[in-house]
């Protein structure tokens, strides 16, 4: 890749990057970071928890869990760290 050889001629390490940035750096690493700019940059992005993007996922397994009589709603929410009055709320609307 084109940028591989800006890290070689900057010889780029961590403390060169801004904040928040060096944060993702950190964690995937420089061709990571490389590949996600790449695809990327120039862009606004939010990066929402991830326990709303598995929202439906978690969603759609409780309800699966909940079919079984040996679990209860507080057992299942327990599970993925919810409430069992979010829960509800959730899968009831109630």
Do not use: H, W
């Amino acid at each position: 890749m084109i940028k591989s050889a800006v890290k070689r001629a900057v010889d780029l390490n961590v403390e060169m990057i801004p904040a928040p940035y060096d944060e993702i750096y950190k964690v995937i690493g420089y061709e990571g970071f490389e590949v996600l700019f790449a695809y990327l940059g120039s862009q606004s992005l939010y990066i929402p928890s991830l326990r709303n993007v598995l929202s439906d996922a978690i969603k759609t397994q409780a309800a699966k869990e909940l079919e079984c009589p040996s679990q209860s709603l507080e057992q299942v929410a327990k599970k993925y760290g919810y409430s069992g009055r979010y829960l509800r709320k959730v899968m009831y609307g109630k």
